[in-house]
């Protein structure tokens, strides 16, 4: 289970994304340097491999074109993202982490919940936080790790989310900032659950999210939250 210790959980959001290309080694240690207290990536599943990686395509991150899923994993790896990183694995990620930063896991493929716990299982490590919009990975990953963190994402139907975390025994849920509502903070933590909110990136919307009493944010510039702490004498 992951140790707060803290009033705001500050994660950043692929990495530090407003500062390097995200879900890259150096999106990572951007966010370090900035003072995160955990950081968020999305893993996908490469011929049984873990790697770290957000779109269905490359085309947007890098100079291939295509589906990620029709790539070998040597194809993938041999692709370059805006300068020159390689798709970073789950490995890389891990150990490129300071010992007292949290990692926010999202299974953001298909099939990657087993990857998943048995990586989380090798590392014996209380800094996992295992995420993801779907349900039957998130069921999966739990069958296979019955004592790891999970937070539940949703979008949409709220009750649908609060079920999912009974029945999951989850650590958080996080919503988004469209969503967010005083009712939304009340009843998940009525319910007993941490809750995080994706992604605020402007004063406003960071101001709001802690006014409201949510226990953490996601963002691109983790700097900002830190900056508005501060000056509120928070953490």
């Not at 990572?28 to 790697?51: T, W, Y």
């Not at 970073?88 to 949290?102: A, D, G, Q, Y």
């Not at 004592?147 to 994402?153: D, M, Q, R």
């Amino acid at each position: 289970m992951i140790e707060q210790g803290k009033r705001f959980f500050i994660f950043g959001h692929r990495g530090a994304a407003g500062h390097a290309p995200e879900n890259t080694l150096s999106s990572i240690s951007a966010a370090e340097r900035l003072g995160v207290d955990g950081v968020e990536v999305d893993v996908q599943l490469v011929q049984n491999k873990l790697l770290v990686f957000h779109d269905d395509t490359v085309d947007r991150m890098t100079d291939g074109t295509g589906l990620l899923s029709h790539f070998s994993f040597e194809g993938a790896r041999s692709l370059r993202i805006a300068g020159g990183e390689k798709i970073p694995t789950l490995e890389e990620v891990f150990s490129t982490l300071s010992p007292n930063t949290v990692l926010n896991i999202e299974l953001k493929g298909v099939e990657t919940a087993s990857g998943t716990a048995k990586f989380v299982a090798e590392n014996l490590s209380s800094r996992f936080l295992v995420s993801s919009f779907h349900p039957e990975e998130l069921r999966k990953f739990r069958s296979l790790a019955p004592k790891a963190a999970i937070g539940v994402l949703f979008e949409e139907k709220f009750d649908d989310g609060i079920n999912l975390a009974r029945e999951l025994r989850a650590y958080s849920m996080h919503v988004s900032m469209k969503q967010l509502s005083r009712e939304i903070v009340s009843r998940t933590h009525t319910e007993g659950y941490k809750l995080y909110v994706y992604t605020a990136n402007e004063e406003d919307e960071i101001q709001y999210v802690y006014n409201l009493g949510a226990d953490g944010v996601f963002s691109d510039y983790p700097e900002r939250v830190i900056d508005i702490l501060h000056t509120l004498g928070v953490n």
